[in-house]
């Protein structure tokens, strides 16, 4: 080749590269995506091998632009999934090594899903509070230790965070209650301790409140019972203690209620027991008294489990009058007396009555 034709041919590579710079993401956006795969390493997928080239925004696994700004929006690196690449290794992923803080040069980032990878460690990157477009952090399924970023709060676009089955440790940060857009909260199975904050009642517009197999601890602030979108509220596991407020019988749409295995003590509030919640589970806790003689029409409930408590007292008949109870269990109580008859005590087994001091009937011994 000739003068001519190596000067024509490197104007041609030079012309292709800028357009790729032009039409895909700018160079600082690609080099922040390849700062961040230098931090972590996956060995049996290959997923990174497609991070090449001058183009990010274009095949680059798990990486999304704005198609107007061409910067990177999105970045969706799930390692549960039934993309194909998986279906060909035949597993799930696994990834090691840490999330790099040059994510937080990806300032037009709308969602960051990392998620499932069961070996990625250290800690949340604090700058990420400092994303002034992010509306999912989804960090769920690594072994992320330290605390939840002390300025998450700024976050004002967040609907979803995400950070359950990891190793988190400290306590829910104060500045978490500023997140207004928020309608997704996942924190189970960390290390979080410390109090649920009184001013939780913030976050309106939550429907999933997930806290549960945790080190929480003190009371549930009565006010929660503003947040008048939530459906899911799970605490299960945790040491908090103190009464069951009344308000969360009045919550008009909350379904689903886990408070097991904490330290609640006091009576069960009848508020609860003709509310919207069809799924109640208050078993091993320290909660006094009798069960509420106070069933209708309006009680619903798919589970009803009250085990492992200090329960005296006969069962209420007016559970017979219960629009439908599924599964029922009172067992690991102290309730005397007899079982009542019909409905929905006909088909139950005798593991809902167990370890009581003196029931009899049907399932159990005769009177």
Same mark, same amino acid.
């Not at 700004?69 to 840490?98: C, H, Q, W």
């Given at each position: 080749?000739?003068?001519?034709?190596?000067? *024509?041919?490197?104007? =041609?590579?030079?012309?292709?590269?800028?357009?790729? =710079?032009?039409?895909? @993401?700018?160079?600082?956006?690609?080099?922040?995506?390849?700062?961040?795969?230098?931090?972590?390493?996956?060995?049996?997928?290959?997923?990174?091998?497609?991070?090449?080239?001058?183009? @990010?925004?274009?095949?680059?696994? !798990?990486?999304?632009?704005?198609?107007?700004?061409?910067?990177?929006?999105? &970045?969706?690196?799930?390692?549960?999934?039934?993309?194909? &690449?998986?279906?060909?290794?035949?597993? +799930?992923?696994?990834?090691? $090594?840490?999330?790099?803080?040059? &994510?937080?040069? /990806?300032?037009?980032?709308?969602?960051? +899903?990392?998620?499932?990878?069961?070996?990625?460690?250290?800690?949340?990157?604090?700058?990420?509070?400092?994303?002034?477009? *992010?509306?999912?952090?989804?960090?769920? !399924?690594?072994?992320? +230790?330290?605390?939840?970023?002390?300025?998450?709060?700024?976050?004002?676009?967040?609907? =979803?965070?995400?950070?359950?089955?990891?190793?988190? +440790? !400290?306590?829910?940060?104060?500045?978490?209650?500023?997140?207004?857009?928020?309608?997704?909260?996942? /924190?189970?199975?960390?290390?979080?301790?410390?109090?649920?904050?009184?001013?939780?009642?913030?976050?309106?517009? *939550?429907?999933?409140?997930?806290?549960?197999?945790?080190?929480?601890? $003190?009371? &549930?602030?009565?006010?929660?019972?503003?947040?008048?979108?939530?459906?899911?509220?799970?605490?299960?596991?945790?040491?908090?203690?103190?009464?069951?407020?009344?308000?969360?019988?009045?919550?008009?749409?909350?379904?689903?209620?886990?408070?097991?295995?904490?330290?609640?003590?006091?009576?069960?509030?009848?508020?609860?027991?003709?509310?919207?919640?069809?799924?109640?589970?208050?078993?091993?806790?320290?909660?006094?008294?009798?069960?509420?003689?106070?069933?209708?029409?309006?009680?619903?409930?798919?589970? /009803?489990? *009250?085990?492992?408590?200090?329960?005296?007292?006969?069962?209420?008949?007016?559970?017979?009058?219960?629009?439908?109870? $599924?599964?029922?269990?009172?067992?690991?109580?102290?309730?005397?007396?007899?079982?009542?008859?019909?409905?929905?005590?006909?088909?139950?087994?005798?593991?809902?009555?167990?370890?009581?001091?003196?029931?009899?009937?049907?399932?159990?011994?005769?009177?």
């Amino acid at each position: 080749m000739g003068g001519l034709g190596r000067l *024509l041919h490197s104007t =041609v590579l030079l012309l292709v590269a800028s357009t790729a =710079v032009v039409n895909g @993401c700018p160079p600082s956006d690609r080099a922040a995506l390849l700062a961040i795969k230098a931090s972590l390493h996956e060995p049996y997928l290959g997923i990174f091998n497609t991070w090449t080239g001058y183009d @990010c925004c274009h095949n680059w696994y !798990g990486v999304s632009c704005d198609q107007e700004t061409n910067r990177v929006a999105d &970045i969706n690196l799930r390692g549960e999934s039934e993309d194909p &690449i998986f279906e060909r290794a035949k597993r +799930t992923g696994y990834m090691t $090594g840490t999330i790099s803080p040059a &994510i937080c040069r /990806l300032d037009r980032l709308s969602s960051v +899903t990392v998620a499932d990878w069961k070996g990625i460690s250290g800690e949340i990157p604090s700058c990420i509070a400092y994303l002034p477009f *992010l509306r999912i952090l989804d960090l769920i !399924g690594n072994r992320l +230790t330290g605390e939840i970023p002390a300025e998450i709060g700024r976050l004002n676009r967040l609907t =979803v965070l995400n950070v359950a089955d990891n190793l988190i +440790t !400290g306590e829910i940060p104060r500045s978490l209650t500023n997140l207004s857009s928020l309608t997704h909260l996942d /924190l189970r199975n960390n290390r979080i301790s410390g109090p649920i904050p009184r001013d939780f009642w913030r976050l309106r517009m *939550l429907s999933r409140a997930l806290l549960s197999g945790n080190r929480l601890s $003190g009371p &549930i602030p009565n006010t929660i019972a503003a947040i008048y979108r939530l459906a899911d509220l799970d605490l299960s596991m945790n040491q908090l203690s103190g009464p069951i407020p009344d308000s969360l019988g009045k919550m008009a749409v909350l379904s689903t209620l886990n408070l097991d295995g904490n330290r609640f003590s006091g009576t069960i509030p009848l508020t609860l027991i003709n509310s919207p919640v069809a799924n109640l589970n208050l078993s091993r806790n320290l909660i006094q008294g009798t069960i509420p003689d106070a069933f209708g029409p309006r009680s619903y409930f798919t589970v /009803l489990d *009250l085990s492992y408590n200090n329960l005296r007292g006969p069962i209420p008949k007016t559970i017979s009058s219960a629009a439908y109870i $599924g599964h029922l269990d009172l067992s690991h109580n102290h309730l005397c007396g007899r079982i009542p008859a019909g409905a929905p005590f006909d088909h139950l087994e005798a593991s809902s009555f167990t370890f009581n001091d003196c029931l009899c009937g049907m399932p159990l011994k005769v009177c």
